[in-house]
T-cell receptor, first 114, second 115 residues
Framework: EADIYQTPRYLVIGTGKKITLECSQTMGHDKMYWYQQDPGMELHLIHY???????EKGDLSSESTVSRIRTEHFPLTLESARPSHTSQYLC?????????????FGQGTRLTVV | AQKVTQAQTEISVVEKEDVTLDCVYETRDTTYYLFWYKQPPSGELVFLIRRNSFDEQNEISGRYSWNFQKSTSSFNFTITASQVVDSAVYFCALSSYNQGGKLIFGQGTELSVKP
């Protein structure tokens, strides 16, 4: 059973608002990731972190930003939400102790910007 | 470049039928890992299996089985005697050894099992 949590599960917000999507894990994993999943189902990596104070952009360009001040917490922020940001955002973490071990995913945040 | 292709966008079967989900991958790396995840309607991705590139043994877990063939760069997933609870979107994913756990996903296959 994975111990990774995302809040909120669903969010409907107006254009121009600042939002933060929360992601927390209790497994002590150093590696954490954010994936964006469009309505067409495909997932793309937008941010990742290999530990505290380490963040990198993923393969898909995103206007969001992330921070990693604590091992267990990896929030994603949009300074000014737009309708094009409407998507599902999935957070994941993995154990660095083994090579390319499986990632555990949260339940996702479904964001709608109106 | 790395790529994962799941050519079947949607599959619909009747309960108790066997169904195979195809996955073809591309990578130039010699050490890599392949995964299957299930995404039920609730939205989270549930890990099903991980395979490294040096282990071509097929695996069976209950009604699930996986066929890994490096010669054809394929990692197919078969559900035997499908059930309604198997209805979900299934993703195949690839990660290279030097990519630090980052996953390249296929487009996903939506499986619908009808009673």
């Amino acid at each position: 059973e994975a111990d990774i949590y995302q809040t909120p599960r669903y969010l409907v917000i107006g254009t121009g608002k600042k939002i933060t999507l929360e992601c927390s894990q209790t497994m002590g994993h150093d590696k954490m990731y954010w994936y964006q999943q469009d309505p067409g189902m495909e997932l793309h990596l937008i941010h990742y972190s290999y530990g505290v104070n380490s963040t990198e952009k993923g393969d898909l360009s995103s206007e969001s930003t992330v921070s990693r001040i604590r091992t267990e917490h990896f929030p994603l922020t949009l300074e000014s939400a737009r309708p094009s940001h409407t998507s599902q955002y999935l957070c994941a973490s993995s154990d660095p102790g083994q090579a390319n071990t499986e990632a555990f995913f949260g339940q996702g945040t479904r964001l709608t910007v109106v | 470049a790395q790529k994962v292709t799941q050519a079947q966008t949607e599959i619909s079967v009747v309960e108790k039928e066997d169904v195979t989900l195809d996955c073809v991958y591309e990578t130039r790396d010699t050490t890599y890992y392949l995964f299957w995840y299930k995404q039920p309607p609730s939205g989270e991705l549930v890990f099903l299996i991980r395979r490294n590139s040096f282990d071509e043994q097929n695996e069976i877990s209950g009604r699930y089985s996986w066929n890994f063939q490096k010669s054809t760069s394929s990692f197919n997933f078969t559900i035997t005697a499908s059930q309604v609870v198997d209805s979900a979107v299934y993703f195949c994913a690839l990660s290279s050894y030097n990519q630090g756990g980052k996953l390249i996903f296929g487009q996903g296959t939506e499986l619908s099992v009808k009673p």
